[in-house]
């Protein structure tokens, strides 16, 4: 039986053999064509945002962690499985671990794991995305010590506290990496006419963190005056500006997890630190942000951005792990 771990986040969709290594790893979209001629899904379809008429509509299955119609759910996940396993008979006796958020309710799990099944996945187990990331980075969440780790991703922002095959504290925030790039789209548009596309706003974002503040950074949009295209050099500075009040915020909102943590805790994490996953946890000032508001030392894993699927495969080879952390 194939087992896979996959991550079907609001920005990214990653899917990881337990055998064979990274399958997939694209942008969530998908693009359904006129006249019903199908649908293009990763990044193709998201080459072709804005490149082709309107009749062609692009949707994000996934929205802030979890889907919002299960229809278009269960065609994206059909059209990514039969990207990686083309073969009919690849898939007949395909398992998965799909990660879902720690807060996400039981009817939102649920959701994802009936898409799953619907798209042709025999085997489908609901595993909390921060647990799957612990894995991803060689953190055993059946350790009788305390582990924590904080998962940032472009929709969803959270942080679990894990011990022994239990979860002692969750923070979930349905606000993440999207929302500061949405903040840098913004400010570029209303104070320099000059309109981005999504993925070249998150672009923008991410290459302003590897800035200092003295440097500047290029950007290609729309004039918004005479609707052409226009090459501008702004100030590093200017977008840090914008960016650190949101992971200001991002981050006070997941300290708070300590609050539910026994004394005997802290003692573990201060000497493990915090592990940080996910695609937006390079976001410049996130991990010093968390790191003073915890008081406890932030480590950023090593492949942030794929680590959650890579585990989530994982977790089929460690006894206990899916028994215990899973849901069906």
Request: with cysteine; net charge neutral.
């Amino acid at each position: 039986m194939g087992r896979f771990g996959m991550d079907v986040g609001t920005g990214t969709t990653v899917l990881y053999d337990a055998e064979g290594g990274f399958q997939y790893d694209e942008p969530s979209v998908m693009l359904g064509r006129p006249g019903g001629r199908g649908v293009s899904v990763g990044r193709e379809a998201a080459d072709l945002v804005d490149r082709i008429p309107s009749g062609s509509l692009a949707v994000r299955p996934v929205r802030d962690g979890v889907i919002t119609d299960l229809d278009t759910a269960r065609r994206y996940l059909r059209a990514v499985v039969r990207r990686v396993l083309p073969r009919p008979w690849q898939r007949t006796r395909l398992a998965a671990a799909l990660t879902v958020p720690a807060g996400a309710s039981p009817l939102e799990r649920r959701a994802l794991v009936e898409a799953a099944e619907e798209a042709g996945i025999v085997r489908v187990l609901a595993l909390a995305g921060p647990v799957a990331g612990a894995i991803g980075c060689g953190v055993d969440p059946l350790d009788r010590r305390v582990h924590m780790v904080a998962d940032v991703g472009a929709g969803t922002a959270e942080i679990v506290a894990m011990c022994f095959g239990e979860v002692l504290a969750v923070r979930s925030r349905r606000v993440a990496g999207d929302a500061i790039a949405a903040a840098v789209r913004r400010h570029v548009r209303e104070q320099h006419h000059l309109s981005l596309g999504r993925d070249a706003a998150e672009d923008l974002t991410i290459r302003v963190g590897a800035v200092p503040d003295g440097g500047e950074v290029t950007v290609v949009g729309r004039d918004g005056d005479n609707g052409r295209p226009r090459t501008l050099r702004l100030p590093a500075g200017e977008l840090h500006s914008i960016v650190a009040p949101r992971v200001a915020e991002l981050a006070t909102s997941l300290i708070g997890c300590l609050d539910d943590l026994p004394a005997r805790a802290l003692d573990d994490l201060a000497a493990d630190g915090v592990l940080l996953v996910g695609g937006a946890s390079p976001t410049r000032g996130l991990r010093a942000a968390l790191e003073a508001g915890l008081g406890l030392p932030v480590k950023q894993a090593e492949n942030p951005s794929t680590c959650v699927a890579e585990g989530a495969a994982r977790a089929f080879t460690l006894p206990g792990v899916l028994e215990t952390y899973a849901r069906g």
